[in-house]
């Protein structure tokens, strides 16, 4: 059973665990809203909250699996030496100064389709929707 839990036979009430951690006694204590809307807001809440612990909890197990699988592939790569001189890292960012130059081809053949939009294509498109909203033919 969760610490808060909705009843059986109403939207509007819930029951909450309440336990003693010295003595480990407990007591179930009820709690009611007039309206449904906040009762639907309260186990909202709820559910939003049990997700991240669900999530939390996730995260930290594939955290340690990962810490494991690291750890037994890298004593087996290098017989146990320090992972630092066996793989460096590379750096693929680019450097002050450097640029990437990408080419595209817009010309293609009649293929019965509509190629990319050039700066002509752009502009008949734009004085045309103010003539009624239609396209000009395709070449």
């Not at 509007?12 to 009611?32: L, M, N, P, T």
């Not at 699988?69 to 890292?89: C, K, M, R, V």
């Not at 008949?124 to 070449?139: E, K, T, Y």
Request: glycine fraction near 8%.
């Amino acid at each position: 059973m969760q610490a808060v839990e909705p009843v059986v036979d109403s939207s509007r009430y819930f029951v909450v665990k309440v336990v003693d951690r010295e003595s480990r006694k407990h007591a179930f204590v009820g709690i009611g809203f007039r309206e449904r809307g906040d009762a639907s807001e309260f186990a909202a809440a709820l559910d939003d909250y049990r997700q991240y612990l669900r999530r939390k909890q996730e995260a930290e197990q594939m955290r340690e699996h990962f810490t494991r699988l690291e750890a037994s592939e890298q004593h087996q790569f290098d017989g146990g030496e320090s992972s630092s001189a066996a793989a460096p890292i590379e750096d693929f960012s680019l450097k002050p100064g450097q640029t990437i130059r990408i080419q595209l081809s817009t010309s293609r053949k009649n293929s019965g389709t509509l190629g990319p939009l050039s700066l002509c294509n752009a502009s008949a498109l734009v004085s045309s929707s103010s003539n009624g909203g239609l396209l000009p033919q395709p070449n």
